[in-house]
């Protein structure tokens, strides 16, 4: 069984930082293509950034270049660096494999992007 569980969100003002990390277990990360997705109140859940088997990057125009996704493949563990966040990146957010495994959905972790 896909257990994934994210952690670092928080309370940031626009223009900070925050990264994200996804530790999971029943899955390996190095061999599964992986992403990270968000959900705004209101909002349909959306792509951030994936990372394939072979480390090619992508990434949504929205937070291309402020963004960097990665993996850890010792810890088994993937990172989303957020710099010069915005109010309209606050959401929660989920790592997952890319497509999603619908089972696999964790609880997320809050970012709030405010003054």
């Known amino acids: 069984q896909v257990q994934l569980v994210e952690s670092g969100g928080g309370l940031v003002q626009p223009g900070g930082s925050l990264r994200l990390s996804c530790q999971g277990s029943?899955?390996?990360?190095?061999?599964?293509?992986m992403g990270w997705y968000r959900q705004a109140p209101g909002k349909e859940r959306e792509s951030v950034a994936s990372?394939?088997?072979?480390?090619?990057?992508n990434y949504a125009d929205s937070v291309k270049g402020r963004f960097t996704i990665s993996r850890d493949s010792v810890k088994n563990t993937l990172y989303l660096q957020m710099n010069s966040l915005k109010p309209e990146d606050t959401a929660v957010y989920y790592c997952n494999p890319v497509p999603p495994y619908s089972s696999s959905w964790g609880q997320g972790t809050q970012v709030t992007v405010s003054s």
């Open positions: 990372i394939t088997r072979g480390d090619n990057k």
């Open positions: 029943g899955i390996v990360f190095r061999f599964t293509a």
